[in-house]
């Protein structure tokens, strides 16, 4: 007898605990079920939310702009240029002793051009005697038959002097390139343009256009210093003495 009784005990109290169990899930499922409606019926969470995400992602943005206009602060590269057309400077003076200078228009418009020439031999008038050697091109090649005061590109258009690079670089495309770089053309100023302004030359700047080849270079002595400056201390001959005798 007792032992039924027992029994019976153990499964009152089983079945009390499986009550219990399935009394806490429902209360859990209801719960969640009220927080999705109650967010359905309050779309302003959400947009609040979604706000909220918008301006953290427009944050990121301004932060990775900020980097951006910080990398991007440089100084500017200044490439020197011609004024304009070159001025003949006349050999005489006016009654007053005053030079002049006057534009190359001012001959060349008066007569035709002879597009042949390709030495300073073959003038006959203007420019004889200078210097040209600039491999066997003629001097139309590069000058304006048809408007002395600008330049002719390799296609018959004109160009102006200012921009005497972009005629430079028709035939010297490695020079160019190596300009862009860096590597060829002087330069003042900064290499590094987050810390100052560039100003490189011009290929005129160092070239003679009518002679742009370099005379070939003369190994000499460097500049007197002291490693071959004569001694003329007690010390430098102490130190002469001591070198010799090794």
């Given at each position: 007898?007792?032992?039924?009784?027992?029994?019976?005990?153990a499964?009152?109290a089983?079945?009390?605990?499986?009550?219990?169990?399935?009394?806490f899930?429902?209360?859990?499922?209801?719960?969640?079920?009220?927080?999705h409606?109650?967010n359905?019926?309050?779309?302003?969470?959400?947009?609040s939310?979604?706000?909220?995400?918008?301006?953290?992602?427009?944050a990121?943005?301004?932060?990775?702009?900020?980097?951006?206009?910080?990398?991007?602060?440089?100084?500017?590269?200044?490439?020197?240029?011609?004024?304009?057309?070159p001025?003949?400077?006349?050999a005489?003076?006016?009654?007053?002793?005053?030079?002049?200078t006057?534009?190359?228009?001012?001959?060349?418009?008066?007569?035709?051009?002879?597009?042949?020439?390709?030495?300073?031999?073959?003038?006959?008038e203007f420019?004889?005697?200078?210097?040209?050697?600039?491999?066997?091109?003629?001097?139309?090649?590069?000058?304006?038959?048809?408007?002395?005061?600008?330049?002719?590109?390799?296609?018959?258009?004109?160009?102006?002097y200012?921009?005497?690079?972009?005629?430079?670089?028709?035939?010297?495309?490695?020079?160019?390139?190596?300009?862009?770089?860096?590597?060829?053309?002087?330069?003042?100023?900064h290499?590094?343009?987050?810390?100052?302004?560039?100003?490189?030359?011009?290929?005129?700047?160092?070239?003679?256009?009518h002679?742009?080849?370099?005379?070939?270079?003369?190994?000499g002595?460097?500049?007197?210093?002291?490693?071959?400056?004569?001694?003329?201390?007690?010390?430098?001959?102490?130190?002469?003495?001591?070198?010799?005798?090794h």
């Amino acid at each position: 007898m007792p032992r039924i009784a027992n029994l019976l005990f153990a499964g009152v109290a089983c079945l009390a605990v499986a009550m219990f169990f399935v009394a806490f899930n429902q209360m859990a499922m209801q719960d969640t079920a009220y927080t999705h409606h109650a967010n359905l019926d309050d779309p302003a969470a959400d947009d609040s939310r979604h706000v909220a995400d918008q301006k953290t992602s427009h944050a990121d943005e301004s932060e990775s702009s900020g980097d951006l206009e910080v990398s991007a602060v440089k100084f500017p590269v200044t490439i020197r240029k011609p004024s304009g057309p070159p001025r003949i400077e006349l050999a005489g003076m006016d009654p007053q002793g005053r030079s002049a200078t006057v534009a190359c228009s001012t001959c060349h418009a008066n007569r035709k051009p002879n597009i042949e020439n390709v030495s300073a031999a073959t003038l006959d008038e203007f420019h004889r005697g200078m210097t040209f050697k600039h491999g066997t091109i003629t001097c139309y090649a590069c000058h304006n038959p048809d408007g002395s005061d600008s330049l002719r590109m390799a296609d018959g258009t004109s160009l102006e002097y200012q921009d005497v690079m972009t005629l430079c670089s028709q035939c010297h495309g490695p020079q160019a390139t190596a300009f862009a770089h860096g590597a060829h053309g002087g330069m003042n100023g900064h290499w590094d343009l987050t810390r100052g302004p560039q100003t490189k030359n011009n290929c005129i700047d160092c070239h003679d256009p009518h002679a742009p080849n370099y005379p070939k270079m003369i190994v000499g002595f460097k500049p007197k210093d002291r490693f071959n400056a004569p001694a003329d201390s007690d010390h430098d001959h102490q130190g002469a003495d001591v070198h010799d005798s090794h």
